[in-house]
């Protein structure tokens, strides 16, 4: 490896909610007395951030004015060069929104086209920012639930989405490919029919494609927009460097719509709070992840995730009976499934949570993703890190 991805990084007193956030909300609690932390609840990474970025914040932040500034051409032809990765070509300038986040850029677009009580298709297991942000904007979430098939791979079931538009009457979705919490890639066909669905109930659709640089060997990110020229004119994707290159401190996240009308609404909404402007130096940190350099270190990365992965999922088909977990495919996110040992057990989800917790295994409960038996583990981080927390877990925990 060229790059570092086995150093384990001190994090307290340097901001980090993963590390000092715990006790608060829905985060971790500390752990009881003789057991480290080992932050595997929120989703950012604990690697070294690749060295392309940090050099040129560092460039740009030795020159001495921090004034008002414009994006020279090198920050769109960085976004226009990286999206060739996923096979778009030919963006222009007036294409490319900027946004304080994802979820900010949904917001905005949700605004737009929806009104306060409108229902908002989207799928379940759910990412709990989406959930957040309709509760907040008044539009209640309508889950559609995703369905394991005989390999235990989650597929959306149309069936069910369709019958959800249309007595709902909803002409707003969010889809997220690739999906989170699942760590699903969707394959083409599966885009393409849900898409049909969209189209045929006049749905705006945003697409939230923020893993799309966290695909892992063996599967390939189709963007929604590319799959027909329908997906193309009633879709806008959303991207940022955050999560394959862990810069969510920075806030920066970019949209991409075709249709002038989408895009002139969308850019309206946000506008309209006068504080959605880039920042500076995110925006020199997207120019640094999006270089020949950064993808490298993006290559490296998702082998050393997917190496996580695999420890993980052998670890628990091996030493934790009734303990299951579908291998994602995307993503460095792992859902292990608790059904079994819960009833074999007797236990409740609360007792195995608080177990793992006072072990300091960060983990997250799977609840407010709507996975009643589910724990979500983040496995960007060392794997000695990873070897350490799975000891405790049957040790401590599954016992």
Known sequence: MTYDFTSIIPRQGKDSLAVEGIGWGFAPKAPREGFDFIP???????????????????????????????PPEAYYQAIFNWQQRHGTKGLEKWQIGYHNGVLGGVASL????????????????????????????????????MVKDEAGIWRMDFEDMER????????FAIFCSPHNPTGRVWEKWEIEKAMDLFAKYDCVVA????????ILPGHKHIPTQSVSEEARRRTVAYYSPS?????????N?????????????MVKQGDSSHYNSLNVLSM?????????????????????????ID???????RELPGVTVSPPQSTYLVFLCCDEYVALSGRSMDEIINAAWDVGVGLQDGRPFFEPCGLRLNLALPRSRVEEALRRLKEHVFV
């Not at 959800?164 to 002409?171: P, Q």
Request: proline share 5%.
């Open 243 to 251: 999560k394959g290159f862990n810069l969510s401190g920075l806030w």
């Open 207 to 214: 697409s939230d494609e923020i893993w799309a640089d966290l």
């Open 164 to 171: 959800r538009l249309k007595e709902n009457h909803i002409h």
């Open 110 to 145: 949700m605004k737009a086209y929806t009104a306060p009580g409108d229902k908002v298709l989207l799928h379940s297991p759910a990412y709990i920012g989406f959930t957040h942000v309709l509760e907040d904007l008044g539009r209640p979430a309508e889950l559609s639930p």
């Open 311 to 317: 420890l993980v999922c052998d670890f628990v088909r």
């Open 40 to 70: 595997m609840w929120i989703a950012d990474m604990n690697f070294p951030t690749a060295p392309s970025i940090s050099r040129r914040i560092m460039e740009r932040a030795a020159h001495p004015l921090f004034g008002y500034f414009q």
């Open 253 to 265: 996240s970019y949209s991409i719509a075709y249709d002038h009308t989408l895009q002139d609404r």
């Open 284 to 308: 020199h940190a997207l120019i640094g992840a999006y270089s020949d350099e950064g993808a490298d270190w993006l290559s490296q990365l998702l082998q050393v995730i997917q190496g996580n």
